[in-house]
């Protein structure tokens, strides 16, 4: 018996020697203290119309009065929903820039640089209520200045979007779907995106310095000249920091906890390209009862014979017909499954929709669907169970909601948000982990990505198997936000910042 032992905790090792080289986390870095800067030109700051923002933080007084106070000119244009529309948004910003009178000089046309604030309108968009006003306007505005040939940097500017370390904390959860759009807006669109910067929920006049100086060496590309390129940035009472992805290896150190899969496991998306395969796992990890979830329910191809195989490995499981972003239907489920004494104990949010569209390309109807499965799904879920006694509660990301990536703005900006609520739900003191996915081997057979074009890119496929090993050790150590994924970086970065450096 020995040599079967040994074979398999070889095995054993290997496999976690593999995972450990696919893990990776957001960190923050403090840079060096910037230099006094003065703005020159005319900056636009552009806000959106609505009520219910009146602090100088909503409504962006501090930021117009820290530019003020540096040189800038400050032009601002308020935007409302007809500005959802990108030409009618491209000639609001045609007469902004058209000369004017600017904080009381007759000036010439011309604009140094775009400021936006839209973010701060979180409240529902009236025309597509499946997104935030801001995110929509934001993505309207990329779009506006692509089609106006604009050359001044865009910074997109939030608040309580980030969290930089274990004091920090997420509160503005929606406003990190911005820098979702950024993200995708970098790669597409260097010409004229600068960048992004988390901002305090008070802008002093140190704070109100140190954003002058990061626009002040704004210019054509990435980031600045004066921030050394970067341009993913976070503004504190410390200083400024520059966000950075790394490796974050478990190696021999003991977990923080042994999940177990006690009671009840929900799983959205269950009969959908993951759900299947977490459902088995689930039942080799000893799940007493599975609820899968899914708009078709018992209808979904595979779903009779998925409960007869995890019957047989002596786990119940039934499949249940719910549109979990639809909140009273999920409530309704929820409350017929504490009533038959089966309340969730973990959750596993998968449920997602992959449509691929450049900003250029995409109208807001096809943004908003691809968000609102990932989003209205997360946040009921957030809801509905902040209350509940729960192991786990784990959100199906991907590595574009960690980095970005084209053609994604609005699958990146859903995911860019579940990682945000999942450090909102720490800030509250609720279990949450993000995992942020690479690509699963199970795609080669669905037809959905081209396996050369994949692989050249430099990601390479998982086995479904070893990724659930490493979503088992995140669950273990009780993760925030972890990206699992096989990246070979000698193919990937230069594929990835060739039409922007970064320094990510």
């Not at 008070?202 to 704004?218: K, S, Y």
């Not at 169970?385 to 994604?408: C, K």
């Amino acid at each position: 018996a020995i040599l079967p032992g040994l074979t398999a905790w070889r095995r054993r090792k290997h496999e976690q020697s593999t995972v450990d080289d696919w893990r990776y986390q957001v960190t923050w870095t403090p840079l060096p203290a910037l230099p006094l800067a003065t703005l020159s030109g005319t900056w636009l700051v552009v806000t959106a119309e609505g009520e219910g923002r009146t602090g100088q933080g909503d409504t962006g007084d501090d930021v117009v009065v820290a530019l003020r106070a540096h040189g800038a000119r400050v032009r601002r244009v308020a935007l409302d929903e007809s500005c959802l529309d990108r030409a009618v948004l491209a000639s609001r910003l045609a007469d902004a820039v058209e000369t004017d009178e600017v904080d009381g000089v007759d000036e010439a046309g011309g604009i140094a640089g775009f400021v936006s604030l839209l973010a701060a309108a979180e409240e529902p968009c009236r025309a597509y209520p499946e997104l935030a006003a801001g995110t929509a306007l934001g993505v309207a505005l990329v779009q506006a200045l692509a089609d106006t040939g604009a050359e001044a940097p865009l910074w997109c500017l939030t608040r309580g979007a980030v969290s930089t370390g274990r004091s920090d904390r997420v509160t503005r959860p929606v406003q990190a779907q911005t820098l979702g759009v950024g993200w995708t807006a970098a790669l597409e669109h260097p010409r004229f995106y600068g960048g992004a910067v988390d901002l305090p929920e008070t802008l002093d006049e140190r704070g109100g310095q140190r954003l002058a100086a990061i626009l002040a060496g704004a210019g054509t590309g990435a980031g600045t000249e004066t921030t050394g390129g970067e341009d993913q940035l976070a503004l504190r009472t410390s200083g400024v920091l520059a966000r950075r992805v790394v490796r974050a290896p478990a190696g021999d150190r003991e977990p923080r906890r042994t999940w177990e899969p006690r009671g009840t496991v929900l799983v959205t998306g269950g009969t959908g390209t993951l759900g299947p395969h977490v459902a088995r796992w689930l039942a080799r990890q000893g799940a007493e009862r599975i609820v899968l979830v899914s708009r078709r329910g018992m209808a979904a191809p595979g779903a009779a014979e998925l409960v007869d195989e995890l019957a047989g490995q002596g786990t119940e499981a039934t499949v249940t017909a719910c549109d979990i972003t639809d909140r009273e239907a999920l409530a309704a489920l929820l409350d017929r499954l504490t009533a038959e004494g089966h309340s969730p104990r973990t959750v596993i949010h998968a449920a997602a929709v992959i449509e691929l569209h450049t900003l250029a390309e995409t109208d807001m109807a096809a943004f908003a669907r691809v968000m609102h499965a990932k989003v209205a799904g997360a946040r009921n879920l957030d809801e509905l169970l902040a209350d509940a006694e729960l192991d786990a509660f784990v959100l199906f990301s991907s590595v574009a909601g960690m980095w970005g990536s084209g053609q994604h703005a609005a699958y990146v900006a859903g995911n860019a948000y579940l990682a945000a609520l999942a450090a909102n739900r720490r800030a509250r003191g609720l279990t949450a982990t993000s995992v942020h996915w690479g690509i699963w081997a199970n795609e080669l057979g669905i037809g959905r990505v081209a396996p050369d074009q994949v692989r050249r890119s430099g990601l390479e496929f998982m086995d479904a198997g070893l990724a659930l090993t490493g979503m088992r050790r995140a669950m273990d150590d009780d993760e925030t936000v972890l990206a699992i994924a096989d990246v070979d970086w000698d193919r990937y970065y230069p594929v990835f910042g060739s039409v922007r450096p970064t320094p990510l």
